[in-house]
């Protein structure tokens, strides 16, 4: 009878994540482990597998979010907040394709046709996703080209540059942590987050494109269901790597979305006004309920 699959990585010199195929996840300390000769005081080596992969990046995540769990903010959503999200969403966005192409071409000139051709194919279903965060600024009535190319919030900044960064590595696997950790967090979206969002908008305007593709209703949950396969069937070194900058966005993404919504709407509008170099027309950011709960992000 074969043995489960157990993996695990350390995402910092004090914190291990060990998780086995057959559902079992443990938080470890790899200092105390190496004078405890245990088995989990090496680097894996071995194989993965689909059920210990996702506990692994999954785990990476929810431990990145644990940082800001007992400070984050749950102010109540605004039109304004969600304008500021896809102005994120945007910039999250726009440089994707170009991004990932530039890995793919990386991995395709060291030897990696399997790492190259997930890559373009990642690529390709990310084009066009900044036209619909557009898309819905336009329906707000906010003129979303001149604010894209004025502004960036500035939780955004640190994970534009870190995506900037990963892709550009001689050796480039990060990145697919990177997406995994966006792309996992859209995922878990559901219907009732569109509702509150077209619950803000004015009657018959549809604002929310980018939203239900990065949602549960879009492509991401088949999106991330590959990225679990892939990943999995990488060697050791490669699905470390993975995790470890799986747990590093998180951290930025936790961090940087906590940054957005601690801020008072009254900034919020002064950062909206200052991009776009005139007050927002006032239909726009009023609004139309309050059901409970976070700003929607996009």
């Known amino acids: 009878m074969r043995q489960p699959t157990i993996e695990w990585v350390n995402v910092t010199p004090d914190l291990s994540i060990i998780a086995c195929e057959s559902g079992e996840v443990w938080l470890g300390n790899p200092r105390a482990a190496r004078t405890e000769f245990s088995p989990f005081a090496a680097p894996m080596t071995g194989a993965g ?11 990476a995540i929810n431990l990145g979010f644990a940082a800001i769990e007992n400070c984050l903010a749950r102010p109540e959503p ?26 793919a071409g ?23 996703h900044d036209r619909l965060a557009l898309k819905d600024l336009r329906a707000l009535g906010v003129d979303g080209e001149r604010l894209v190319a004025h502004y960036m919030p500035e939780g955004i900044k ?3 540059r870190r995506f900037d960064a990963l892709c550009l590595e001689d050796y480039p696997i990060g990145c697919i942590g990177y997406s995994y950790c966006l792309e996992r967090i859209a995922a878990l979206k559901q219907e009732t987050d569109i509702e509150r969002v077209r619950a803000l908008c004015a009657d018959g305007t549809d604002a929310t494109r980018f939203l239900r593709s990065h949602s549960s209703l879009g492509s991401e949950v088949a999106h991330v269901e590959e990225t679990i396969a892939f990943v999995a069937s990488l060697p050791a070194n490669d699905r470390i790597r ?33 991009a776009l170099g005139e007050t927002p027309p006032c239909r726009s950011f009023s609004p139309v309920g309050e059901p409970p709960g976070a700003r929607p992000a996009a």
């Open 106 to 128: 990386r991995f395709a000139a060291l030897g990696r046709p399997e790492v190259a051709a997930y890559l373009e194919e990642r690529a390709r279903e990310e084009t066009g």
């Open 158 to 160: 640190p994970l534009c």
């Open 242 to 274: 993975i995790v470890q900058e799986t747990y590093a966005s998180a951290l930025l993404l936790a961090d940087g979305y906590n940054h957005e919504l601690l801020k008072s709407e009254a900034t919020i509008l002064e950062e909206i006004a200052r």
């Open 78 to 103: 605004t039109i304004a907040g969600y304008v500021v999200a896809l102005v994120g969403a945007y910039h999250t966005s726009v440089d994707t394709p170009r991004n990932l192409r530039r890995a």
């Open 49 to 59: 597998a689909v059920g210990s992969t996702v506990r692994l990046l999954d785990g």
